[in-house]
């Protein structure tokens, strides 16, 4: 009776230990109960899932950092071929008055070849000036998402974070995804922002992979009471509904290996819910499209 | 108040590239005389024997003197210039030391804008000859 008691109070995990410790040096058969092995498993199952999370995490904290570096490495060289660019363009503008001057030879001035070189060179400038705003706009995206420093809570303009996470999602969306800003009148609200970002990002990779060849995201905010709602609306597949409730489930995927490995909005609602006190809600119909409303208190 | 080519400006950064961008838009915007150095310790010499007017510098950088102290070193030898930062790699601890301890004018991000860049260093510049002619007027030091 006090053995049952003494098993009882074990999991069934240190059950099986105990029993297989028991029969170790025995060559019998071990009859294990089947209600055992079934505990064992769906506990293995749990242990499972809680590891991969772990390792999720893990990873998105050395992605993190790794992004930082590079983003780091790549503002220093960044920040000199932008301000030579901007300077290339101020060095043109005073050919362009030299030429024109009164003061300098008719003949000089009237060398089509010269205005046609610095035309030519002030296209080419202008074309590097608009990549070098790429490259600068990605590299502070990957800044704001990536930095520790950002890992506490902060008054900040959702719409900025949006627009972040669209510079970090641009190579997935661009040319098959027609993204619709209904922007609304919202005020700060008090966020994680590193945290947040990750929200929508992984709201927006969604999204796209949701939708097969081209189609459209809308992004709406308002103000609702004392809450900020976020709605990401897409043009995909849709959700069949008896996968809507098992979508927060962590493992839970219907993505290929190579896209997902179920966790993502398992994480968003963690970072939503535990971390904002906000809620996340979905809506969706098969062949038409999903909406994820994201709801946060203005003031945690 | 002195003529633009009066007043002294030191860049630090152990980027040349960085030195060689910011130099030539003070060459080609200014009059500055601009003193480059791309170590804290160079850097550090030229503060014994020359009046620093403006300083920009960066604070991560190899070598046993980093960007930090130099400036703190810079505010010890001549209090009235203006210290700046600009660096690509934003960290809050190193920022409000910065603030606290160097008596920053401003801490700037890269990338940089030039036009605000120029702005900037033109306001610094006026804040260093209006505090150089309240010295004058006062017959001595003013408390910064």
Redesign the interface.
Known sequence: MAQDTEANAMTPLEQLAQLMGEYKDRTIDVPVPQKLIEQVSAEFRVLQTAQRQLMQSKNMIMLGQLMAGIA?EI??????????V??FS??LD?IKTILGSESIPEELREKRQMVQIVNALDKLNQSNQTACDRI?QM?QSI?SSA?G?MAELREIDIHDELENALTLVHHELKRRINVIRKYGDIPKCSCFPNRLNSVFVNMLVNASQAIEGKGQISIETFKDGDTIKVKFTDTGQGIPPENIEKLFEPGFTTKPPDQGIGLGLAICKRIVMDEHHGKIEVESEVDKGTTFTITLPIKQ | MKDESEYNVLLLDD?P??I???S??LA??TKHNVLAFTSASEAFEAIETQEIDLAIVDFLMPGAMDGIEFLIALKKRQPYSIRMILT??????NAIKAINEVGLYKYLE???D?EELLQIIREGLERRALLRRLTDQLGGSIPL
């Open positions: 780091h503002s220093t060289p960044i920040a000199s071929i932008n301000s030579n901007n300077l101020r060095s005073r600068v590299v800044r930095r420093d | 980027d590239e960085v060689a961008a910011i030539s838009l080609l915007e690509g790699y934003a960290d809050k601890v890269k990338p940089w030039n």
